[in-house]
């Protein structure tokens, strides 16, 4: 079975500064899916950023931006130019690509906090 | 364009009782797969399902069903509720199972079992 794990509960960062949140999986696949989702206070949970894992390639998605190790099984998130509506809690997930799911696996989530 | 709705919002229920909770996906999307969200256990997978079908299924006890209607809505009941039922529970929609698809989710339901 695959887990995540987000070893960060809580992250600050000021506002206009760069902020890395880590996330390391374990899988025995090859080709899979990552996912970074973003929850505030309303609850829903929102994508931020997706990659794949065929993809050498690290995605980006205007201040977010992921830094994606494929053999270290290491998928951490950037955000740069950090705003107070990014605090959020942020969620990574992974997805299999071959079990014809759309089943996510996430971590136990990341608490951004942003101050002025 | 919609998306994806989840009702109630809040429930309130007491140990013993059942719940039903509904999803109605995205128009268009045929796959919703429902997870429970808890402060100790975080994001959990309970059941997946495609065309009226369960898919996949989480590790979760037999109190916890599941259906999905020609209409791709879905509802989840949880029989004989326990104090640790207290969740937040959330549904998300695919527009096919598997492949390259975005999961959307719905706000969710907060279920409190006192």
């Known amino acids: 079975a695959q887990t995540v794990t987000q070893s960060q509960p809580e992250m600050s960062v000021q506002e206009a500064e760069t902020v890395t949140l880590s996330c390391t999986y374990d899988?025995?696949?090859?080709?899979?899916?990552l996912f970074w989702y973003k929850q505030p206070p309303s609850r829903q949970m929102i994508l931020v950023i997706r990659?794949?894992?065929?993809?050498?390639q690290n995605a980006t998605e205007n201040r977010f931006s992921v830094n994606f190790q494929k053999a270290a099984k290491s998928f951490s998130l950037k955000i740069s130019d950090s705003q107070l509506g990014d605090a959020a809690m942020y969620f990574c997930?992974?997805?299999?690509?071959?079990?014809?799911?759309?089943?996510?696996?996430f971590g136990k989530g990341t608490m951004l906090l942003v101050s002025p | 364009k919609a998306g994806v709705t989840q009702t109630p919002r809040y429930l309130i229920k007491t140990r013993g009782q059942q719940v039903t909770l509904s999803c109605s996906p995205i128009?268009?999307?045929?796959?919703v797969s429902w997870y429970q969200q808890t402060p100790g256990q975080g994001l959990q997978f309970l059941f997946e399902?495609?065309?009226?079908?369960?898919?996949n299924k989480g590790n979760f006890p037999g109190r916890f069903s599941g259906r999905q209607f020609s209409n791709s809505r879905s509802e989840m009941n949880v029989s004989t509720l326990e104090l640790g039922d207290s969740a937040l529970y959330l549904c998300?929609?695919?527009?096919?199972?598997?492949?390259?698809?975005?999961?959307?989710f719905g706000q969710g339901t907060r279920l409190t079992v006192v």
């Open positions: 998300a929609s695919s527009l096919r199972q598997g492949l390259n698809t975005e999961a959307f």
């Open positions: 899988t025995s696949e090859s080709d899979y899916y």
């Open positions: 990659q794949e894992a065929y993809k050498q």
């Open positions: 997930a992974y997805r299999s690509a071959n079990s014809g799911y759309s089943t996510l696996t």
């Open positions: 128009s268009g999307h045929r796959s």
């Open positions: 399902y495609f065309s009226e079908t369960q898919r």
